[in-house]
């Protein structure tokens, strides 16, 4: 069974009476605007037998107004869901008689017009997310607010690379992928075409500039002398004498991080 079979036949299905306690009240302002007006209206009307004044006849019409309105919308709202009276005028009770074929249209229109794969794969279509990632990143403010969070994750993930659990797991990871990665000529024709681009020297430029702001940090030399002590650690615990000596001196270590 189709869903808007499916859909039909709960439409279709009488719906449970309420017990009394259960029913919503209903809103009774609109009769009592109504009988309001009709009342206004003949009141106006016996008052101008007795005198005609000008403001009576205003005051009569607006009341003859009111009171046609409010007769035309009770009779449409009420048409919609019963007979007015309990008369059986045509066109009448639409919503109760037509109820399934309300519904059923209802759900043709939403699975062919609106959530149709058609309608959906146009829309998305449309959609670039590769432009709106380019638009929001050529604001140099969003690359800043950008910038601070993946600098301090980057850093994160760099001190706890630095445990031997974390860095075999690294090491093995990567030679799996190096040895998937296909080198042959091919590769050389998709290299030679990225570094002739147009883009390729944007890149490269932006990559040098990333690495001369972090040069030019005043944390960056901190971090590379932290960075190196723990090397020396890391080489120490693994059972080596000379170059956890060497990485140790400052001499050494002032060297190592001027030329980086």
Not at 26 to 37: D, E, Q, W
Not at 248 to 260: G, I, M, P, W
Request: charged fraction near 20%.
């Amino acid at each position: 069974m189709s869903r808007s079979a499916e859909t039909l036949d709960a439409a279709t299905t009488p719906a449970p009476v309420l017990a009394p306690a259960a029913r919503p009240r209903r809103n009774h302002v609109g009769t009592i605007s109504l009988v309001c007006a009709i009342l206004g209206m003949i009141a106006a009307r016996v008052a101008l037998t007795v005198m005609d004044e000008p403001w009576l006849r205003i005051l009569a019409a607006g009341f003859e107004a009111a009171t046609v309105g409010g007769l035309a919308d009770w009779f449409a709202v009420t048409a919609l869901f019963r007979h007015p009276l309990g008369l059986p005028i045509p066109h009448t009770a639409i919503i109760v008689e037509r109820r399934a074929k309300i519904i059923e249209s209802i759900v043709q229109v939403v699975e062919n017009d609106w959530l149709s794969p058609g309608v959906i794969g146009a829309r998305l279509a449309k959609v670039a997310p590769s432009t709106l990632i380019v638009d929001w990143l050529s604001t140099p403010e969003h690359v800043a607010r950008l910038s601070a969070p993946l600098r301090d994750l980057l850093r994160g993930l760099a001190r706890m690379l630095t445990a031997e659990e974390t860095a075999r797991f690294v090491e093995s990871a990567l030679e799996r992928q190096l040895r998937e990665v296909p080198i042959d000529a091919s590769a050389g024709r998709w290299l030679a075409a990225a570094i002739e681009s147009e883009s390729a020297g944007t890149t490269f430029e932006a990559f040098a500039s990333s690495l001369a702001n972090l040069a030019s940090r005043p944390t960056t030399r901190a971090d590379l002398h932290w960075w190196l002590d723990r090397s020396a650690e890391t080489l120490r615990a693994g059972g080596k004498r000379f170059m956890p000596f060497v990485l140790r001196r400052k001499s050494v270590q002032r060297k190592l991080v001027e030329t980086a």
